[in-house]
């Protein structure tokens, strides 16, 4: 029986061991103590308003711009004390949850998804801490993607929009225009294809990364929608299971890479940049990417390729700001709200955009970013009119792997509309 | 105190450090991870109360999980298994005396010293389609006149991630069969060989049974190291397409982190926990007291 208890025991304590040893990168790095010192709101030393934010770092120079900032900003208001702290994407969802159920979460908080803390109870409304100049200058379409039972509860810091790049030496090769229309995109792989087989026509991304923008870069261009016009859910819709169809054939009909549910835009933007890949759906930083790998080829860029008539739509992805319901004095909302009067500045505020190399979310951004960089300029006309997820929505997480969850069975022979029944089933009930 | 009393509390004091840190450092976090799996947890990671095992329903009515299950047990089989074989005969090869015997065990390390994430990676770089470097070799050997997808099907993710899972495991398997070895007293094996022993009876009598030991400490660990391990599946295919590669670390991960089920993840983790518990108490048990019999 001693034997018996003491391998009980002793395997006990090797898996303990093996699940400290078997969490490398994970989420190693994230558990910063909760203990719930200094990022709870509270007016102390020295009279100071003391508030604190936690923001996502988009590049390699986030840090130091925030850091200058986080100086500028206490160094003109002498009576608040801000502390900036930066995250990086892998990280910032765990430090905020773990804050969160330490009750110590943080005032600001700069991340993509708001709906899960809105359903908590946990956000301001943003009119609550906006002041009214500030809130003008956001395009009221960003605005929108922020509304929950009417109220706006985030407001938006960037965002990124989606459009076709092409190999112009490709197409010319293979004596192709640029596609505008789903017929003439498969017409044009097709042409592609039998001008190199080893080239691949068109690129489709449909891993976990990100296979929901794949659905989406189809579905709107079809007419289609993840939600009607009051916000119901309508996955399975005709246009929906059409969309998916088309894509799930071009990679039958061999037209695409070879393995869409394992190939990253990462790895197509590869491909793209080593001529073997004709034509693909990205961001605006491709060429940027594509020039950074030491790669020279040269790139187009046209709009989404459409069905039955319907405008082009680019897909579009933005990042918020939120504050959290930490109980504020009017002193501290005072200082929060000249927290973003100061940030939204707009020479300030498009020098941040610029240096991330994203898309402004502002309207005098927009003209300051298109004035400063010519290349961005089709794209800041782009954004300001681009379709976005619906975030707003709390089942958005589930609906997002659903789909590529769909999308992946389909790739392995799964029928399209049984799937997004399914899907359209769990998700609305 | 007297010296009696002293000497019956000493050996408790002088473990204690080690046993407060893991009460501190280990037992807090599995019961913690316990309490997650009891309770409805928002998707912002509020608690809200314990919600009558709704986490481990709602995980064990999912098909993807009797699928994740399943690809988690083919996973954790086949590796340690092979690598153990592999592993074993390494290590026979590597304790006879040969010329470069020492580079030649600084060589097995490898695999074993560097990062998982990396050899993952160097795995993928190897066999993609379009740049891999095995179609490049066998290409310029003339083997092949056009590049091979290597990976056609999940099923042949899965084949390269176990491959890629035993080539990092053998050198741990072979450093404890090696240790193994060298502690065994030649003597047996003159009196073997006087005794007119062939190399197999040598093999199954002496050398097996007195490496057993270490063989079953190796398995154990291997057994929960491998069906713990996340690195290789996620760099090679993040579990896709469609949970065909996940096992229940990297499904857990995606509940988690993709999916904001964070309730739901935790009662997957302590599944698997409750899994590797029994699996290792069994296996230890059995080989503890089949080795009493045998001495």
Known sequence: ?429 | MNKKTLRRVEPYIWIAPSVILMAVFILVPICSVFQIAMNDVSKAGKLRGFNNFANFSKVLKSPTFALVLKNTIVWTIAVVVISTVLGFLLALVLNNKFRGRKIARAIVVFPWATTLVIQASAWNFIINTDYGTLNTLLMKLRLISAPVNWTPNAGAYFAWEIACGIFVTIPFVTFCVLSGLQSIDTSYYEAATVDGATYFQKLFSITLPLVKSSLTVATVLNIIYVFNSFPIIWTMTKGDPASRTDTLVTYLYKLAFYNSKQGEAAAVSVIGFLILLICASTYMIYTLRKGDDDL
């Open chain 1, 1 to 429: 029986m001693k034997k018996i208890l003491a391998a009980v025991l002793a395997s006990t304590m090797a898996l303990a061991l093996a699940a400290c040893g078997g969490g490398g990168g994970t989420t190693s790095g994230t558990p910063q103590t909760c203990g719930g010192s200094s990022n709870t709101p509270a007016p102390s030393t020295g009279g100071k308003v003391e508030i604190s934010a936690i923001v996502a770092e988009y590049g390699q120079n986030t840090r130091t711009w925030w850091a200058d900032f986080e100086k500028e900003f206490n160094a003109s208001h002498d009576d608040i004390n801000l502390t900036v702290e930066v995250q990086s994407w892998n990280d910032i969802s765990t430090v905020v949850n773990t804050r969160i159920s330490g009750d110590a979460a943080p005032d600001i908080l700069n991340i993509d998804l708001f709906a899960a803390y809105q359903a908590d109870d946990l956000l301001l409304p943003a009119q609550d801490y906006v002041s009214a100049d500030t809130y003008a200058k956001f395009y009221q379409s960003f605005l929108d993607q922020s509304v929950v039972d009417g109220v706006v509860w985030a407001i938006p810091d960037l965002a990124s929009a989606r459009a076709m790049y092409y190999n112009k030496d490709i197409l010319e090769a293979a004596g192709v225009e640029v596609p505008t229309t789903w017929d003439e995109l498969k017409a044009a792989c097709e042409a592609i294809k039998a001008y190199d087989s080893n080239i691949y026509p068109w690129g489709i991304d449909m891993t976990t990364d990100e296979g929901q923008a794949a659905a989406a870069y189809y579905i709107w261009n079809n007419g289609g929608d993840f939600t009607d016009a009051d916000g119901n859910w309508t996955l399975n819709s005709d246009k929906n299971v059409e969309a998916i169809e088309y894509a799930i054939g071009l990679i039958n009909d061999g037209l695409t890479n070879t393995d869409p549910a394992n190939e990253t835009r990462y790895n197509l933007q590869d491909l793209l940049g080593a001529g073997q890949l004709a034509m693909m759906i990205g961001p605006n930083s491709i060429p940027t990417y594509v020039a950074d790998g030491g790669y020279s080829v040269n790139l187009g860029v046209a709009s989404i390729p459409t069905n039955g008539g319907n405008p082009s739509v680019s897909a579009g992805v933005m990042d918020r700001f939120m504050v959290f319901d930490n109980g504020y004095t009017d002193e501290e909302l005072a200082a929060i709200t000249e927290f973003f009067d100061y940030f939204y500045e707009d020479t300030r505020y498009s020098e941040w955009v610029l240096m991330e190399g994203f898309l402004p979310a502002t309207s005098a951004g927009g003209e300051i970013v298109a004035a400063s960089d010519p290349e961005m300029a089709p794209w800041v006309e782009i954004v300001g009119s681009c379709k976005f997820y619906p975030v707003a929505k709390a089942e958005w997480d589930d609906v997002k792997t659903g789909i590529i969850r769909a999308e992946q069975e389909a790739l392995l022979g799964g029928n399209v509309q049984e799937l997004l029944d399914n899907l359209q089933a769990e998700i609305a009930g």
